[in-house]
């Protein structure tokens, strides 16, 4: 069967997983992440992809961002991909690929899924045990979001701009939500999602996102459709005309 186009929905977020090949580190030290930034950086300014979170784990990348066009977020990251992965092997001595296949992605419905897909992403290294709060762990957006510091990767995102009317409402109102525990439920539907490509939403948004795509955005039901039989007529019927035939 062939591979379905990459989702793209213009003016919609998508939650995006790279992950290190067979659980190997993907980051050793303070100089990877870096660059994997600066790389990062590059990319999404040179291909207009707009980041909303973002968390570097030793094993995994995952970012929320907004691409402006169809390309932009595959071409942000190969361009990643390419520079950090050469970086990685001439560092490390090592050949071949540093990641576990292509990217995984989703489109979500930004009013129901954005902030819970930004907490999911930036509370990444406290459910992961990398640390104890997230303001502790240096490689994520979750430091700029509360006011720590300024993150100039980030484009806050309308949903982040309406958490309150000055930056000091939003960084406390966006604090006290990532104090609330995830709902587990919504974010393994997240994460389910974003692994098998499926648009997350409700259903009449699944219905506007495949018809903006012009591709389907969901599974299709398992096995084969049902046929229906008829339902033979009596045999003294066979040949009898229909009523009010001449």
Known sequence: MARLARLYVPGQPQHVILRGLDQQPAFVDEQDYDLFIDCLKAAARDHHLAVHAWVLMPGAVQLLASPSDETSLPKAM????????????????????LWEGRYRATVIESERYFLLASRMVELAPVRNRLAQT??????????????????????????????????FERQRA?????????????????????????????????????RTANRRVSPLPRGRPRKVRETPAPAHDIGKPETGSP
């Open 78 to 97: 190969q361009a990643v991909g390419r520079r950090y992965v050469a970086h990685f092997n001439r560092r490390y001595s090592r050949r071949g690929t």
């Open 134 to 167: 997230p303001e502790d762990y240096r490689w994520s957006s979750y430091r700029h979001h509360i006011g720590l510091t300024v993150d100039s990767l980030i484009t806050d995102h309308a949903l982040y701009w309406a958490l309150g009317n000055t930056p």
């Open 174 to 210: 966006y604090r006290e939500l990532c104090e609330q525990p995830l709902d587990e439920r919504e974010t393994s539907q997240l994460m389910q999602a974003t692994l098998k490509g499926w648009v997350l939403g409700s259903d009449s948004y699944r219905e506007w996102a495949s």
